[in-house]
């Protein structure tokens, strides 16, 4: 089984300039997680989408950061625009019903300059 | 809110040590606890899942322990070894929430 793929593995961008990541999920898994991990911290739940549906996204800085997850499959995570302080590992994780414990991507690295 | 709390946050200890990782919650309406290792630069790796109905789970020479009652958990690794080294994260599901620890950083010295 393919696990959860995300790219790009790095990135480093400038303040103010705009940057997207990808997760492409584990095949059937009907929940995408996106969570920010700044170094030293444990990783936060950005949003939580079931499907299509956002489940949760009490914890995205709407203003800069969006999110989507067209056709219930792959989900891509904005940041329009960027701060130092969104210098982070962001992690893509997936799960089911059948499979509840998420499984989690490499994660992409960010680095705002 | 939940919040999780892991304590030491960092470790350092010799080869062949016992040693054992704590976690805190202050929500004790769970589903379950997991304990993840992450390698620098890599993604999370489950290694064990409490159930909350569960007291402990093992696999190989790890030991996780809960108690749902008092919002701890503990991770027993036995005779620690050099490729032990990396950061263990706990995190209790709650209601289609997933909410993680602080870590904790163990470097194993040979």
């Known amino acids: 089984e393919a696990g959860v793929a995300q790219s790009p593995r790095y990135k480093i961008i400038e303040k103010r300039q705009s940057v997207a990541f990808w997760c492409n999920p584990i095949?059937?898994?009907?929940?995408l997680y996106w969570y920010q991990q700044i170094l030293g911290q444990g990783p936060k739940l950005l949003i939580q989408?079931?499907?299509?549906?956002?489940?949760?996204d009490s914890q995205l800085p709407k203003d800069r950061f969006s999110a989507e997850r067209l056709k219930g499959v792959d989900s891509t995570l904005k940041i329009q625009p960027a701060k130092l302080e969104d210098s982070a590992v962001y992690l893509c994780?997936?799960?089911?019903?059948?499979?509840?414990?998420?499984?989690f991507g490499s994660g992409t690295r960010l680095t705002v300059v | 809110k939940q919040e999780v709390t892991q304590i030491p946050a960092a470790l350092s200890v010799p080869e062949g040590e016992n040693l054992v990782l704590n976690c805190s919650f202050t929500d004790s309406a769970i589903y379950n606890l997991q304990w993840f290792r992450q390698d620098p630069g890599k993604g999370l790796t489950s290694l064990l899942l409490i159930q909350s109905s569960q007291r402990e789970q093992t696999s190989g020479r790890l030991n996780a322990s809960l108690d749902k009652s008092s919002g701890r958990s503990t991770l027993y690794i036995a005779a620690s070894q050099p490729g032990d080294s990396a950061t263990y994260l706990c995190a209790v599901t709650g209601f289609q929430k997933l909410v993680f620890g602080t870590g904790t950083r163990l470097l194993v010295s040979p």
């Open positions: 989408f079931q499907n299509n549906g956002v489940v949760d």
């Open positions: 994780a997936s799960s089911s019903r059948q499979v509840p414990t998420p499984t």
């Open positions: 095949s059937g898994h009907a929940t």
